[in-house]
């Protein structure tokens, strides 16, 4: 049923899920398209043990966040891209493909009806975890008969409270997180099961997190954790290109508009070298979660590479205030990324 929103400690949010009032469902035969579905209390779902979502691993799901703004106003941040996504992961997962209208119509229902759950400006936001599964029974490895679209939604806090400390990153040269015309690109639910053992190998050994290289190519590299990765090379900013394995970030996205719109810099979508990354003159992954965040120090086969100092270089703090001065309405959306709720 969701917790009563007044004993909220706002001062302490993390990122730990905190039940809201209600969430979100609909449901889709096979071959049909999808219809709206309504707001539920949240709570429990049953399934069948045969679910092809629990077997097969046929699910996809979104990650996005409504701010509080410096106006008072609620706002999605590029939804509109989430809800492209989710169409996108569907078909790759032989999902009845998401309506991109019914989506954007969900997430909107979602944050109305849990707007107490909002905390307040400057404190966090409420993160929206779309889901899709495969949840009618199947034995066979086939699509199954029967899908279920569920929102919910949790009160989160900032992801680094206080000073951004820059990441220490692992190369992992062990594991790869996608195959080149695999589901990298898709936000499938298998590829974050994948990633959870390389991640804790790191976590225990002292990293923040690994990044990884492709799996074609191994001497360029993919992505850090869930995040995408950046570099700045004598002013010029770089990211991997999408080829199938990297997920297209809405982040990333963003980054490179903003990089191109308001700081004037060249940037460019290309292979980049893992080489490269440990000489360059900044380094920084981007997400929902993460936002912008500085990378510190590399440890890869050949030893640790400190990467400017340890310091978060300028044109990555201007990135990330540049996002989060939109994102909070401190500063003017001139481009119109802001999806108000009224
Ligand atoms: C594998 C992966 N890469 C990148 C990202 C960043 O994407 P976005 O900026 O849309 O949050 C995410 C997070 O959703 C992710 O899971």
Same mark, same amino acid.
Request: hydrophobic share 40%; net charge negative; glycine share 8%.
């Given at each position: 049923?969701?917790?009563?929103?007044?004993?909220?400690?706002?001062?302490?949010?993390?990122?730990?899920?905190?039940?809201?009032?209600?969430?979100?469902?609909?449901?889709?035969?096979?071959?049909?398209?999808?219809?709206?579905?309504?707001?539920?209390?949240?709570? #429990?779902?049953?399934?069948?043990?045969?679910?092809?979502?629990?077997?097969?691993?046929?699910?996809?799901?979104?990650?996005?966040?409504?701010?509080?703004?410096?106006? #008072?106003?609620?706002?999605?941040?590029?939804?509109?891209?989430?809800?492209?996504?989710?169409?996108?992961?569907?078909?790759?997962?032989?999902?009845?493909?998401?309506?991109?209208?019914?989506?954007?119509?969900?997430?909107?229902?979602?944050?109305?009806?849990?707007?107490?759950?909002?905390?307040?400006?400057?404190?966090?936001?409420?993160?929206?975890?779309?889901?899709?599964?495969?949840?009618?029974?199947?034995?066979?490895?086939?699509?199954?008969?029967?899908?279920?679209?569920?929102?919910?939604?949790?009160?989160?806090?900032?992801?680094?409270?206080?000073?951004?400390?820059?990441?220490?990153?692992?190369?992992?040269?062990?594991?790869?997180?996608?195959?080149?015309?695999?589901?990298?690109?898709? $936000?499938?639910?298998?590829?974050?099961?994948?990633?959870?053992?390389?991640?804790?190998?790191?976590?225990?050994?002292?990293?923040?997190?690994?990044?990884?290289?492709?799996?074609? #190519?191994?001497?360029?590299?993919?992505?850090?954790?869930?995040?995408?990765?950046?570099?700045? $090379?004598?002013?010029?900013?770089?990211?991997?290109?999408?080829?199938?394995?990297?997920?297209?970030?809405?982040?990333?996205?963003?980054?490179?508009?903003?990089?191109?719109?308001?700081?004037?810099?060249?940037?460019?979508?290309?292979?980049?070298?893992?080489?490269?990354?440990?000489?360059?003159?900044?380094?920084?992954?981007?997400?929902?979660?993460?936002?912008?965040?500085?990378?510190?120090?590399?440890?890869?086969?050949?030893?640790?590479?400190?990467?400017?100092?340890?310091?978060?270089?300028?044109?990555?703090?201007?990135?990330?205030?540049?996002?989060?001065?939109?994102?909070?309405?401190?500063?003017?959306?001139?481009? #119109?990324?802001?999806?108000?709720?009224?």
């Amino acid at each position: 049923m969701g917790i009563d929103p007044k004993t909220i400690d706002w001062d302490s949010l993390g990122f730990n899920l905190i039940e809201t009032r209600s969430m979100y469902k609909a449901t889709c035969k096979k071959d049909d398209s999808w219809s709206p579905g309504e707001l539920i209390p949240f709570g #429990n779902i049953e399934l069948s043990p045969a679910a092809g979502v629990l077997n097969y691993g046929q699910g996809v799901f979104e990650g996005m966040k409504a701010y509080r703004t410096l106006k #008072n106003r609620i706002v999605l941040f590029r939804p509109e891209m989430n809800a492209k996504r989710i169409s996108m992961s569907t078909k790759r997962l032989c999902i009845p493909e998401m309506d991109e209208e019914l989506f954007l119509k969900a997430a909107i229902e979602i944050v109305k009806d849990n707007v107490d759950y909002i905390p307040p400006y400057g404190k966090g936001s409420l993160y929206l975890r779309p889901v899709v599964w495969g949840t009618g029974p199947v034995l066979g490895v086939k699509p199954a008969d029967e899908y279920t679209f569920i929102i919910f939604a949790s009160p989160v806090g900032p992801y680094f409270k206080g000073n951004i400390k820059p990441l220490h990153l692992k190369v992992t040269h062990n594991f790869h997180r996608a195959a080149p015309k695999g589901i990298g690109n898709a $936000k499938a639910i298998g590829n974050y099961s994948a990633s959870l053992y390389p991640s804790s190998l790191a976590k225990k050994t002292g990293f923040d997190e690994v990044i990884y290289l492709n799996a074609g #190519n191994e001497q360029l590299i993919e992505e850090v954790g869930s995040a995408n990765m950046f570099i700045v $090379k004598d002013n010029v900013l770089k990211t991997p290109r999408l080829a199938g394995s990297i997920l297209p970030g809405v982040t990333r996205d963003s980054v490179l508009t903003l990089a191109k719109e308001k700081l004037d810099i060249e940037v460019q979508e290309t292979d980049v070298l893992l080489d490269e990354v440990c000489s360059a003159d900044e380094v920084f992954c981007t997400g929902t979660a993460v936002v912008v965040t500085p990378v510190g120090k590399i440890t890869s086969e050949d030893g640790e590479h400190s990467i400017n100092d340890g310091k978060i270089g300028i044109i990555t703090h201007e990135l990330r205030s540049l996002l989060l001065g939109i994102q909070r309405e401190e500063c003017e959306d001139t481009l #119109n990324w802001l999806h108000p709720i009224d």
